[in-house]
């Protein structure tokens, strides 16, 4: 779904207080990049929980479930809500976790989407 394609993911539980407001903070940002990068929300709570998140929110950002926490360790997140940019080869080329807000986060896609190729330089 996501290969060759620049890809931004979120790891987020729907009771972190930090992860409500990193999420919808990013399906804000899924509106405005959704044309160059592809967005991906990923909760570690239960179904119920995320459903009624996103509901309550309005969150139409695509989500799924990582039941079990496979995906939390193959990305090493061990701290919600965790962020990353991801190359169009599938590499992590930015990961970091905590709330930022729009603006830092808004900065970040633009850079992203801009300098795709030097991004780490």
């Known amino acids: 779904m996501f290969a060759g394609k620049l890809t931004a993911v979120l790891f987020f539980s729907a009771e972190c207080p930090h992860c409500v407001r ?8 899924s509106n405005r990049f959704g044309g160059t990068i592809s967005f991906l929300a990923i909760s570690s709570s239960n179904r119920s929980r995320t459903a009624d ?3 309550e929110k309005q969150i ?3 989500t799924a479930l990582d039941s ?6 193959i990305y090493g997140v061990d701290v919600l809500p965790a962020f990353f940019l991801i190359g169009k080869d599938g590499t992590v080329l930015y ?7 729009y603006i830092a986060r808004e900065r970040l896609f633009k850079r992203f989407t ?3 190729t030097t991004f780490l330089e």
């Open 68 to 73: 079990g926490d496979g995906g939390k360790r």
């Open 95 to 101: 990961r970091d976790s905590g709330e930022r807000g």
């Open 60 to 62: 139409a950002v695509h």
């Open 114 to 116: 801009d300098e795709q």
């Open 53 to 55: 998140l996103l509901r």
């Open 22 to 29: 990193e999420i919808v903070t990013f399906d804000r940002l």
